[in-house]
């Protein structure tokens, strides 16, 4: 498994998305390839993360954060 | 990656090129005291090092000696890294030329290198750079312990965090936390100005951000104030500790002290309570009267015998006196009414005439020698003669003489009688005298009883301190020391204590006014903006935890592994256990590595479990990152056992093998020759010694040991 898969991995097992989020193991992804495609907001600003982070060229902490927010306010509203 | 192959030429005891060979798991290079082993861990730190001072030092005395003039040498070390199937070779070396016996010049220390590949093709490359490039600096701290005390590798709070970014998984967990923390104050900013905006809210919005912050400012001075305690307490707990095998010592030694103190102070009082002034005395306090009784006695005698003869004779003179008064009185009575004769009636002549003719030629009567009439007439002629004599003033006054003119003898009476009187003290001087003496002699016992006491009490206070690792000194710091802790600790204690509730009552206070601006924020800003920031918490809260979980694991699995180790190298004796406290405050990583003994901290083991636990330590690292990290490195030890018994070094050798790719190590031990195995070039105990490579170094004989130029290390495979 690619580092970046198992960081995300990691960060997917976090319980806070199954006991707030409600989110099954069935909901949550297992690489970036799969998390990129996710629907829930929270799950695809981290799988963003993780990318911007783990792929080069690395993704600069202002970029990221439009990024981030772009997702989060789009798919919020 | 493991070193293959050292080659150390012309450097100190090296002389030419001495080469080291080595092989994966352990190699113990085996070197008496100056045989060369510390040359040789210098040697390597040398060439890891940027220091290139000092260079004439270096350079072997024996080979300049034994070079000729305009013969250069050259003066380096040479590494040889396997790494898979690539070798990498780095030198770092100068070049010396000898001008004269006295005379020579070196050239600058230059590197090279060279990568040899699996087909045999070798790159020729800059040493420096292939040198930090194989092997950072940074990894020395992990890699190269000279020493027992290089071995405690966490001992500064970066060190744990600096072992994971350079061996770990669990640094790739690291920038998250930052990036999350970051996005989610971008949000709250964000939201806290749309917030600002709505006017209904701006007075209490503005009211409860000054109050959150000025009580989150107060809550962190509070919470540092808190570290600093606990802090202090460690301190605290870890000085009475250290001196708690010595306090007891410590306090004999006080008691003692005061005890010693008491004596001279008693002795004093019974120096200064002793009055041997016998001479003053003498005359102030009249003692050489202690013998006046009998000379007072004789004195008394002869004044007693004196006033009787006074008396007496006073006595005979009043008789006298009253007798003549008789007689005058008598004559007056017989010649009453009669005129006596005139008393020179006969006269003189006659008188005499008639005595000597026995016949009164008055009466004409015989008057014989003794009769009355005879006896009649010499009274008359006596009488008659008696007035004829000058007659004294004080006979004129008649009553008026005195036998005894002066009252002499009665005041000499009075004085013996005054005299007597004061006896009674003249008496007492002997006793007085005999009084002192005792006394004296009493509190001169009482004094060498004291000095004995104190010779006693000398003697209990030299065998403490001959039987404690302390000097006196040092003992009665200890003891005021520890008390002088005791006390600060109980003051700690109170103070966080007090802080821990102030911290309590301050989170108290903050929970509900962060509710509050919530509240607000949800009223005044749109959904999709609070939305927004409770995913970006949520991401911060993932990230945080999920790092700290990391590390926690990292810290957890390490304690594991380490004390693992600890029971492997110490089997059957007591070890106690390795706790590692992990924790953040102020965003700094804080790692406590404590032995622990029943629930409490052992804060000064012996040298022996103290090395023990480091190594412990050390092999866990070794063991926990080689299956995370990319590369492994070699570990290089010198002298890492010293305080080790040979039963625990045994099981310590038999760990070493086991805990990484390769170990390199320099000891002392086993060198000593077997006098049953005279073919042993090291002790008999060497033999069962697990190890991979054994390599012997020792001086090369014949050498003087005060002529540098003698001396040659020889490097023997074993």
Known sequence: ?77 | MIIKELIISNYQCYYDDKKFEFTRGSNIILGKNGGGKTKFYEAIEWLFSSNNRDIDELISKKKLNLASPNDPFKVGVEITFEQGEILNTVKKYFTVQKKTDKNFTTTNVVYEGIREYENGERDTMDGAALLKDIFPAKNKLYCMFKGESDLNILKNNDALVNLINLYSKVKHFGPYAEKGRVFREYADKAIEEAAKKDKKIEKRYKELDFEINNLQGKLNDKQIFLQTKYKEKRTLEENIQGVEKHLDNAEAVETIKTRIKDIDEKKKRLENSIDENYTTALFDKNWFLIYFENIQKEFSDKVVALSNERRKQQREFDREVGIKEGEKRATVALFRNVVPLPNDIPSRAIMEEMLSDEICKVCNREAKIGSDPYNFMLQRLNEYILTQKPVLEEEEEGDKIELFKNNYTSRLVNLEAAIDNDLIKVRSIYQTIKDQLEFNQERKNEIDELDRKKDKEIEDLENIIGSSELGQDSLAHTFKNSKGWQRDLTAVNIKIEEYEKSVSEMRKELSPKKDEKEALDSKSVSTYLTQTRKILRDIETIFEETKENKYDEFVKQLQKTANDYLKKINVGSFTGYIEIERRVFNKEQIVEVNLMQDGEIFYHPNTSLQTSMHLAILFAISEMTKIEREECYPLIFDAPTSSFDPIKRKHFFEVLGDCNEQTILLTKDFTDRSENTPGLLYSEEFVNIKRNKAILIRLEEPFDDEILSTINTQVINL
């Open chain 1, 1 to 77: 498994m690619a580092k970046e898969d198992e960081i995300l991995k990691t960060f997917m097992a976090h319980p806070l998305l199954r006991e707030v989020y409600g989110l099954n193991e069935n909901s949550l992804p297992n690489s970036i390839e799969e998390g990129m495609k996710s629907e829930i907001p929270i799950v695809l600003a981290i799988t963003n993360i993780v990318k911007g982070v783990q792929r080069k060229p690395i993704t600069s902490d202002n970029d990221l954060q439009r990024q981030v927010l772009a997702i989060l306010n789009n798919k919020v509203q």
